[in-house]
């Protein structure tokens, strides 16, 4: 697929026609990323959703559809609000939202930071330039916050995500879900662009769960409605959870899951391996299966570029085990993701967390 990488469209105010009869319909009417405008009535104040940076996570579509077709028809939102569709081509990739990125190419989310024109060859460099052409779609309106809409390619709980843990950024999150993590990997994401408001990624659960698109809907309707998102009353308390790390399997290691030992070289997770995300991993309990190489199948790389495996598992004969308690997010059974991404990320808990 040739895809026009200098190309960002925009839609302002946007009509029943150009919205089309439902988002799957509206999605391929566009010919690239897409920004909708939308007018509030203060229009000194601008805020921002993302959606759609992989291809594969519609619950942000979904719900900004939605809202533009029952919710906007009734009533403004309380300040102008930025819609940005991202990775169009990937999402409209038949079958509908099955690749999270084109494939030959790269993800978006990695490619943001000056950093990622000298480090990406020139036939991937493209998508350092669509990177770029949407940070300043965002800067060029002086948001006074930005959500990006995401999902998680199997089942789990929604959670946000931010750099920073301040009052707006718990506030956003609560508007959504009851868990925010606080991230300082450099990944090349957009979350980590410092656009000088209140930055949140939200991971509203699986990318095939209706709750997970109730919830994004529910959460732009809010944020739209919101006078100040200085201070918002939080139902329920936000639970802050500290600096994950993502568990990644080295180059050329292979991946397998299953119920049993079935001796497949590589790491083999337990097929089950979903179900953490609603749970903890308790100390010395066995996550899958190891080949002869053992823990050197994996890395898990701290803030200073250390692979620290051995502090959160170890080897029992040909079992990999959890050396302490930990929680898991974004545990998945979708191969591509997991080899291309990352397995799950991981985080230390206390006994008293369990």
């Given at each position: 697929?040739?895809?026009?990488?200098?190309?960002?469209?925009?839609?302002?105010?946007p009509t029943w026609q150009d919205l089309h009869a439902d988002y799957e319909q509206f999605l391929l009417s566009m010919t690239g990323p897409t920004v909708i405008d939308v007018l509030g009535n203060d229009q000194t104040k601008c805020r921002v959703f993302t959606t759609l940076l992989h291809g594969n996570e519609p619950s942000g579509l979904i719900a900004m559809?939605?809202?533009?077709?029952?919710?906007?028809?009734?009533?403004?939102?309380?300040?102008?609000?930025?819609?940005?569709?991202?990775?169009?081509?990937?999402?409209?990739?038949?079958?509908?939202?099955?690749?999270?990125?084109?494939?030959?190419?790269?993800?978006?989310?990695?490619?943001?930071?000056?950093?990622?024109?000298?480090?990406?060859?020139?036939?991937?460099?493209?998508?350092?330039?669509?990177?770029?052409?949407?940070?300043?779609?965002?800067?060029?309106?002086?948001?006074?916050?930005?959500?990006?809409?995401?999902?998680?390619?199997?089942?789990?709980?929604?959670?946000?995500?931010?750099?920073?843990?301040?009052?707006?950024?718990?506030?956003l999150a609560s508007l959504f879900c009851q868990t925010l993590i606080l991230s300082d990997l450099n990944m090349g994401s957009i979350m980590e662009q410092n656009f000088d408001c209140p930055f949140i990624t939200i991971e509203c659960g699986g990318c095939q769960d209706e709750q997970a698109h109730e919830i994004a809907f529910s959460g732009i309707s809010q944020?739209?409605?919101?006078?100040?998102?200085?201070?918002?009353?939080?139902?329920?308390?936000?639970?802050?959870?500290?600096?994950?790390?993502?568990?990644?399997?080295?180059?050329?290691?292979?991946?397998?899951?299953?119920?049993?030992?079935?001796?497949?070289?590589?790491?083999?997770?337990?097929?089950?391996?979903?179900?953490?995300?609603?749970?903890?991993?308790?100390?010395?309990?066995?996550?899958?299966?190891?080949?002869?190489?053992?823990?050197?199948?994996?890395?898990?790389?701290?803030?200073?570029?250390?692979?620290?495996?051995?502090?959160?598992?170890?080897?029992?004969?040909?079992?990999?085990?959890?050396?302490?308690?930990?929680?898991?997010?974004?545990?998945?059974?979708?191969?591509?993701?997991?080899?291309?991404?990352?397995?799950?990320?991981?985080?230390?808990?206390?006994?008293?967390?369990?």
């Open positions: 697929m040739d895809i026009d990488f200098s190309e960002i469209n925009y839609l302002k105010n559809h939605r809202y533009l077709t029952e919710v906007l028809v009734q009533e403004k939102p309380c300040t102008n609000i930025r819609f940005i569709i991202c990775s169009v081509e990937a999402a409209t990739s038949k079958p509908l939202f099955s690749q999270r990125y084109i494939n030959g190419g790269m993800d978006i989310n990695r490619c943001f930071g000056k950093q990622c024109s000298f480090e990406c060859h020139d036939g991937l460099r493209g998508y350092c330039q669509r990177a770029s052409l949407i940070e300043r779609a965002i800067r060029e309106v002086n948001p006074e916050m930005v959500i990006d809409l995401h999902n998680s390619s199997s089942s789990g709980p929604t959670f946000a995500v931010s750099s920073v843990v301040t009052t707006e950024t718990l506030s944020v739209a409605q919101c006078e100040n998102i200085g201070y918002i009353h939080q139902e329920k308390a936000v639970e802050v959870i500290y600096r994950p790390l993502r568990l990644q399997l080295k180059a050329q290691t292979k991946l397998s899951y299953a119920q049993h030992d079935e001796g497949y070289s590589g790491i083999t997770l337990k097929d089950n391996i979903e179900c953490f995300n609603f749970g903890s991993a308790h100390q010395d309990e066995m996550l899958g299966w190891i080949d002869g190489n053992g823990l050197d199948n994996l890395q898990l790389i701290d803030k200073s570029g250390k692979n620290v495996i051995d502090n959160y598992f170890y080897a029992r004969e040909n079992q990999l085990v959890c050396r302490h308690n930990l929680r898991l997010f974004k545990a998945t059974t979708n191969k591509d993701t997991a080899i291309n991404d990352c397995l799950f990320y991981v985080v230390k808990l206390s006994s008293a967390a369990l």
